[in-house]
């Protein structure tokens, strides 16, 4: 195969049966760089039909996908890989022009995006069945796992080439065909540059589509449909609930795989090596401008560590740099839109009201919001309650462990996690008490490991992402029995 080392371009058009083409709704999305404003193109939006054009190629396409050998599939995702390499830079810079990711964060993001593919190359020949006992005569029974058929994904902005393709490498992998609606925001590299490096990996016309619309027109049509047999959402919990209803209420029942919002507290227990504990919860609050599912929302610190934990927080992210993404110091870039902005400076002036003592501060320009910190947070405040997705840090006294782990609890999500403390016997027995689907002892609660599991409890979601926990996700068992001598029937 030769790499076309050119940068891909018509990236302003829906990519439905393997043909780039304009949407039919007569309205256009104004796709801009949160950090200088400026438009990087506009995409006309996709109708019903052209949904529905989508979801129809993938059912077609689909059929002869699932016949092809595990080799073919797994040599799909080799050739995706040398395009991820080749074109490294390209990917980079497209997720810092588009999503406001600082040069760390958009690399991370293609890290993610090369691991994911790396196990994608394993999956296929990694599906098993079963060979059954079963108790009457002449009969043989087996267990099949065959494809679900189409999977339809909708996927956020904040990591939204990896959590677009954490869907859709393994579900093509697995021998689905895939509707993907990237969001407003995100687009590009939600959608139509993955559409770029599949069709220039081989991939056959109509297994992947892409299609960019206003949710307010194929928002609820997306999961109606009758054609996925599967939705595999990566969002809030306010529309995962809403996707929830209509995948069993519409026509045709269907799957749902829900990612959804997370409040993950960050423990520091009476033990903790503080230095550690500091810049963990540091980073885990402020990566990404602390837009992430799994960011350290709430720092809860055993009170005897508690005043020297905020003041050497403080002082830590006090050097932090707030501006331009691209220029490689930096580490506080702009948030991803308006919406964003008003809910953090929302949040802020609740603390502020509430008399919380603000640590840190500062003014804001534009999207670009500097980071802030309150302590002396009550953990039952609504502002410890909500999920910030801005890079604002309450910080919470325990005056034990047993209240540490109350606390923790205390919240309807359960994402992930994280506790610190030198003793890894006492960490292990607190994590396990810990109501999330993750939690990591001694580290950040921002972790992803393709082949490790993947999921949340409670309102952060249903279901799991990662290794055989998406193998099974993406594929339904078949129970096949087959009478090899004629059985001798009552009647
Ligand atoms: P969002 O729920 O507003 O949007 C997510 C996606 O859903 C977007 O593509 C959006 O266009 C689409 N959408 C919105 N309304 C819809 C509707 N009525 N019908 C169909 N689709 C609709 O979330 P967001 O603001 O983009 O992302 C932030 C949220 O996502 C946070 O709560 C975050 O915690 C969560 N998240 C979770 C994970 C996870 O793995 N658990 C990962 C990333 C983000």
Not at 22 to 38: E, F, H, I, M, V
Not at 405 to 419: D, F, H, K, R
Not at 421 to 447: C, P, V, W, Y
Not at 474 to 486: M, N, R, S, V
Request: proline share 5%.
């Amino acid at each position: 195969m030769t790499l076309n080392p050119t940068a891909y371009s018509d990236l302003d058009r829906q990519f439905i049966n393997g043909i780039w083409r304009s949407g039919r709704s007569g309205k256009t999305l104004s796709n801009t760089n949160p950090y200088d404003g400026s438009v990087i193109n506009a995409i006309s939006l996709a109708s019903a039909d052209d949904l529905d054009d989508a979801y129809c190629a993938a059912e077609t396409a689909q059929q002869q996908w699932a016949l092809t050998s595990h080799g073919e599939r797994s040599a799909l995702f080799l050739r995706v890989l040398s395009i991820l390499d080749t074109r490294k830079e390209e990917i980079i810079a497209w997720l810092v022009r588009e999503t406001g990711a600082t040069l760390l964060k958009a690399t991370v993001e293609w890290n993610a995006l090369r691991g994911g593919t790396l196990e994608a190359i394993a999956l296929p020949s990694r599906v098993e069945g079963k060979i059954m006992p079963i108790d009457i005569p002449g009969k043989q029974s087996f267990v099949f796992r065959e494809p679900l058929g189409v999977i339809g994904v909708i996927s956020p902005w904040n990591f939204p080439m990896h959590l677009s393709n954490r869907s859709i490498a393994p579900a093509l992998a697995l021998g689905n065909a895939v509707v993907v609606k990237p969001a407003e925001d995100t687009p590009v590299t939600g959608g139509l540059l993955l559409a770029k490096i599949y069709e220039e990996a081989g991939l056959p016309a109509g297994l992947l589509n892409i299609v960019v619309g206003d949710v307010t027109e194929i928002g609820d049509v997306f999961t109606l449909h009758c054609a996925p047999k599967l939705i595999s959402f990566t969002g809030s919990t306010r529309v995962g609930r809403r996707i929830a209803e209509l995948a069993v209420t519409g026509k045709r029942l269907k799957h749902v795989g829900l990612e959804l919002g997370g409040n993950a507290p960050i423990v520091v227990l009476d033990d903790a090596d503080l230095d550690v504990a500091v810049r963990a919860a540091a980073f885990a609050r402020f990566f990404h401008n602390g837009q992430i599912c799994m960011s350290g929302n709430r720092i809860i610190v055993d009170t005897t560590l508690y005043d020297e934990f905020v003041e050497r927080f403080v002082d830590h992210v006090r050097t932090f740099k707030v501006g331009d993404p691209a220029d490689p110091a930096t580490v506080i870039g702009p948030l991803m839109n308006l919406k964003q902005k008003e809910a953090a400076l929302q949040n802020i002036a609740m603390a502020r009201a509430a008399g919380f003592e603000e640590k840190l501060g500062g003014e804001v320009d534009g999207l670009l919001v500097p980071p802030h910190v309150f302590a002396g947070v009550p953990n039952d405040s609504a502002f410890a309650q909500a999920e910030q997705f801005a890079p604002v840090a309450p910080i919470i006294r325990a005056n034990s462990e047993q209240e540490a782990l109350q606390l923790a609890n205390a919240t309807e999500y359960g994402l992930s996690s994280a506790v610190f403390t030198r003793d890894l016997g006492r960490g292990l027995r607190f994590a396990r008490k810990i109501e999330a689907g993750m939690t990591h002892i001694n580290d950040i609660s921002i972790q992803d490991s393709p082949f490790n599991m993947f999921g949340g409890e409670k309102n952060s979601g249903i279901g799991r992402f990662n290794g055989d926990w998406i193998l099974s996700e993406l594929t339904t068992d078949h129970w096949i029995t087959l009478q090899d001598t004629p059985r001798n029937y009552p009647f």
